[in-house]
């Protein structure tokens, strides 16, 4: 079974442009996760869809960020305009039930704005 | 606010010893789920071993194992005969329980343990 998948690895822009992160998820997993962490730090939740629909988007930062899942399957992470501080490893995790279930992720993609 | 402490940032161990990895946390909840998650370089996070917050007993895979002191809000990690393969970084997570809206994990800022030859 093929295990929760991001594209790119890595990238690296230069601030102002727009980068979009893609996320895969384990198939047959109705809960999809975004998460963020800045060189060390912690690692920092950003949202959660359940399907296709926003349960939590809390921890979003600004407005930068736009967030989808269409039919509820693969996620994209859009950030326009790109800053600095928006540079650092990004995690996709997904998992099949929602209270206190293993969630599985993803390698990470490695945000660089230059 | 619920956070995550993680106090070591570096940590060794030689290798088939045995190495305690510390992590505190905060919360006014009574049940919750605990986790200790290992990204070894390059590869993805993997949970460890899972610790429900209403269960007294410590959780143990292998070997790995927990010591939870509910009381005190701390979630150590004990990794016995260490191996190469466990040099990585490990992340202790809180996850609330079913009172809470959120389903999120809150995370420490980990700890990267080497395991020396």
């Known amino acids: 079974e093929a295990g929760v998948t991001q594209f790119p690895s890595h990238s690296v822009i230069e601030k102002g442009q727009t980068v979009t992160l893609r996320c895969d998820p384990i198939s047959g997993h109705d809960n999809l996760y975004w998460y963020r962490r800045v060189m060390g730090k912690e690692i920092k939740f950003l949202l959660h869809?359940?399907?296709?629909?926003?349960?939590?988007e809390s921890g979003m930062p600004n407005n930068r960020f736009l967030a989808e899942r269409t039919g509820g399957t693969y996620s994209t992470l859009k950030v326009q305009p790109a800053e600095l501080e928006d540079s650092g490893v990004y995690f996709c995790a997904s998992s099949q039930d929602l209270r206190g279930t293993e969630a599985f992720f993803g390698q990470g993609t490695r945000l660089t704005v230059v | 606010a619920q956070t995550v402490t993680q106090s070591q940032p570096e940590m060794s161990v030689q290798e088939a010893e045995t190495v305690t990895l510390s992590c505190t946390y905060d919360t006014s909840e009574n049940n919750y789920y605990l986790f200790w998650y290992k990204q070894p370089p390059s590869r993805q996070m993997i949970l460890v071993i899972r610790?429900?917050?209403?269960?007294?007993q410590n959780a143990t895979e292998n070997r790995f194992s927990v010591n939870f002191q509910k009381a005190a809000k701390s979630f150590s990690l004990k990794i016995s005969d260490s191996q190469l393969g466990d040099t990585a970084m490990y992340f202790c997570a809180f996850s609330p329980g079913a009172t809470s809206g959120t389903y999120k994990y809150i995370f420490g800022t980990g700890t990267r343990l080497k395991v020396l030859a």
């Open positions: 869809f359940v399907k296709e629909s926003k349960q939590d």
């Open positions: 610790q429900e917050a209403y269960k007294q």
